[in-house]
């Protein structure tokens, strides 16, 4: 199995940042090498995708309402990645959730194969 760990979430301003971090775990995880990212879901919204990043040659990708602001990056060695989230926005509000999956793009909800718990990110304005 694949254990996906998210750390860093909290209650910030509108303009702040913040980080979160994702580490993964488990035999399965090391063997298939699975990519990895993140989604968020607001209340009473659909989960949507964020961003991920491609292992084999560190490609990201972004959803276009997080797009310079928000940045993916990843420790292969420690099976971790970042999200480093910058000029947030109340909008941003969100559960954001660890993602893993088979190969990096601009992932649908159906590339997953395991998630995260979930971290709260509050944006105040």
């Known amino acids: 199995q694949v254990q996906l760990a998210e750390s860093g979430g909290g209650l910030v301003q509108a303009g702040g940042s913040l980080r979160l971090s994702c580490a993964a775990s488990?035999?399965?995880?090391?063997?298939?090498?699975?990519?990895m990212g993140w989604f968020r879901q607001a209340p009473g919204k659909e989960r949507e995708f964020v961003a991920s990043i491609r292992w084999s040659d560190l490609n990201t990708y972004y959803a276009e309402s997080v797009k310079g602001r928000f940045t993916i990056s990843g420790d292969s060695a420690k099976n971790t990645v970042y999200l480093q989230m910058n000029s947030l926005k109340p909008e941003d509000t969100a559960v954001y959730y660890c993602?893993?999956?088979?190969?990096?793009?601009?992932?649908?909800?159906?590339?997953?194969?395991?998630w995260g718990q979930g971290t709260q990110v509050t944006v105040s304005s």
């Open positions: 993602a893993a999956g088979r190969v990096a793009n601009a992932w649908v909800l159906a590339d997953i194969t395991y």
């Open positions: 488990g035999r399965r995880f090391s063997r298939y090498r699975y990519d």
